[in-house]
């Protein structure tokens, strides 16, 4: 059973430069969230979505990051134009709403923005 | 103050010790909690959720104190495979805070031979 897919895998890009994270949930998860991790802030949320609806973006750093959910097996976070500080794993996850709430991560992207 | 707040370590124990993490919230409305486990380059899993009551999976017991809005972990007999960082977990339910999850910034366990 596949579990949650993000690529890339890795990323080095110059500042200035787009990028774009992607993900897969798991199949039959209805929440699916971004998370930044950096050695200094930990694990932060960016923002979440409840069955391909936005619900809570607060965690957004700034109007340079966006975040879609077309439909239910795929989400991307974009950055434009990146920045240097915006270096960080970026992880996806997805669950399953109501009383279960653990969240199963995928591997992470680790971006690197010179 | 931090919402999450744990002792980042980091604990350097020797293999069968018995390690305890810390970990305190402030929202007093928080309603799950849990304890995620991230090893080195590795993305976060969930280890155990921790229910009123306290709950043991093997090797690892997990407490709950809602009215000191404190969580702790206890791993007895540690082995050098739970060399990993310890990430405590809480959330609220219902609202728009469905579904989200609040982490701690973690506790660096390394147990050596």
């Known amino acids: 059973d596949a579990g949650v897919i993000q690529s890339p895998r890795h990323e080095v890009t110059e500042m200035g430069q787009e990028v774009t994270l992607r993900c897969k949930p798991i199949?039959?998860?209805?929440?699916l969230f971004w998370y930044r991790q950096t050695m200094m802030r930990g694990l932060e949320l960016l923002i979440y979505f409840n069955n391909n609806v936005p619900i809570d973006d607060s965690g957004m750093p700034e109007d340079r990051f966006s975040a879609k959910m077309p439909n239910a097996s795929f989400s991307t976070l974009k950055i434009q134009p990146s920045e240097p500080r915006d270096s960080a794993v970026y992880f996806c996850a997805s669950g399953r709403g109501g009383d279960y709430n653990e969240q199963f991560f995928g591997p992470g992207t680790r971006l690197t923005v010179l | 103050r931090k919402e999450v707040e744990q002792d980042p370590g980091p604990f350097n124990v020797p293999e069968g010790a018995t390690v305890a993490f810390n970990c305190t919230y402030s929202?007093?409305?928080?309603?799950?909690f849990f304890w995620y486990r991230q090893d080195c380059r590795k993305e976060p899993k969930l280890l155990m959720s921790?229910?009123?009551s306290g709950n043991e999976d093997g090797r690892f017991t997990a407490q709950l104190n809602r009215a000191s809005q404190y969580i702790s972990l206890l791993i007895r007999d540690s082995k050098l495979s739970d060399s990993a960082t310890y990430l405590c977990v809480v959330t609220t339910a219902g609202g728009t805070s469905y579904g989200k999850l609040t982490f701690g910034q973690g506790t660096i366990l390394t147990v050596h031979p």
């Open positions: 929202n007093s409305a928080s309603q799950s």
């Open positions: 921790v229910y009123s």
């Open positions: 199949s039959g998860h209805n929440s």
